[in-house]
């Protein structure tokens, strides 16, 4: 499924795409091209009708340190602006169809960011969590401090942000960050059982229901509702929904087409 230097990526199971940050030597740092490579499997992704959820992880150790410093350290403020970060990042953020992290060791900084990007997150029991820029004299650059303000409230936000302290699996756990923890050596199978249950559910309903859950994070709820309601009324015209409406009351497997 190409080449690609910092990654690996796979199929292992139906409809399921897994890809593997793989730089250990820098404990899977996202420098700018890893970010690239996630990026551009993405949006093959987003068009392939195969691939229906996607499982990111770094392995049992390492999930992401955050952005490559070496790779920063000489970047002005106009070589940030005007960088290609952004640019993968919003091919991350935007992808159509659910991810699924298996976060294992340290997720810290752009590798926290990425984690909380994610839709689900599985993490392993040495899992953390942390966005530790304020060390470095910077704040989190992709999303981190906004989206951990709306994942776990305010006071942890604050507390990640401020201080640059991780947190581990246990309180990811409780702050819902992550959706379960378990062995590291398990969390990758569980995340890839978890996309491969949502492989086999109707892709349009699957789309309808990810873009229904980011739209209350950002919509007031009376728009969010109103707009939830536009697409149940639009899947009504899918085969899928006549098929498993249909299945139930056959009382037979259901056989979804994607239409
Ligand atoms: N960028 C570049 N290289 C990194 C890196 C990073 N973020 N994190 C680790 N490495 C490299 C180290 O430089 C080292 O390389 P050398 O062998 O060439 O010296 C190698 O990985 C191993 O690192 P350590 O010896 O430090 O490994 P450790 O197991 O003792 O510690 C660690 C692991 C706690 C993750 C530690 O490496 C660390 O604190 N890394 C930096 C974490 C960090 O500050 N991340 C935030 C980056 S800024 C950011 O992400 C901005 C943003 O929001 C977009």
Redesign the pocket.
């Known amino acids: 499924m190409g080449e690609f230097d910092d990654i690996a990526v796979s199929r292992p199971a139906d409809g399921v795409t897994l890809i593997v940050i793989a730089r250990p030597?820098?404990?899977?740092?996202?420098?700018t091209r890893t970010l690239a490579e996630i990026a551009a499997v993405l949006t093959a992704a987003a068009d392939d009708a195969a691939a229906r959820a996607v499982v990111i992880t770094g392995g049992v150790k390492?999930f992401?340190?955050?952005?490559?410093?070496?790779?920063?350290a000489p970047l002005d403020a106009i070589g940030v602006l005007t960088h290609e970060?952004p640019r993968h990042w919003r091919a991350i953020q935007s992808f159509p169809k659910p991810l699924v992290a298996a976060v294992c060791?340290?997720a810290?900084?752009?590798?926290?960011?990425l984690a909380l990007a994610c839709d689900l997150v599985v993490a392993g029991s040495n899992a953390?969590f942390?966005?530790?820029?304020i060390?470095?004299g910077?704040?989190?650059?992709?999303g981190?401090a906004a989206r951990l303000a709306r994942t776990c409230g305010k006071a942890l936000a604050m507390q990640m942000v401020l201080t640059?302290a991780p947190i581990d699996a246990r309180a990811a756990l409780a702050a819902g960050i992550a959706v379960e923890v378990d062995e590291p050596e398990s969390a990758i199978a569980r995340a890839i059982e978890i996309a491969s249950l949502i492989a086999s559910k109707p892709p349009l309903a699957v789309r309808a229901a990810k873009e229904a859950v980011l739209r209350a994070l950002e919509a007031p709820l009376s728009e969010a509702v109103a707009a939830d309601r536009q697409a149940f009324a639009l899947l009504a015209a899918s085969e899928d929904r006549r098929e498993g409406i249909a299945a139930f009351l056959e009382k037979r497997t259901p056989r979804f087409t994607g239409r």
């Open positions: 030597e820098a404990r899977n740092a996202l420098r390492h992401a340190a955050g952005a490559d410093l070496k790779e920063m970060r060791g340290y810290l900084g752009a590798g926290c960011e953390q942390g966005q530790p820029e060390n470095l910077m704040i989190p650059g992709a981190g640059g």
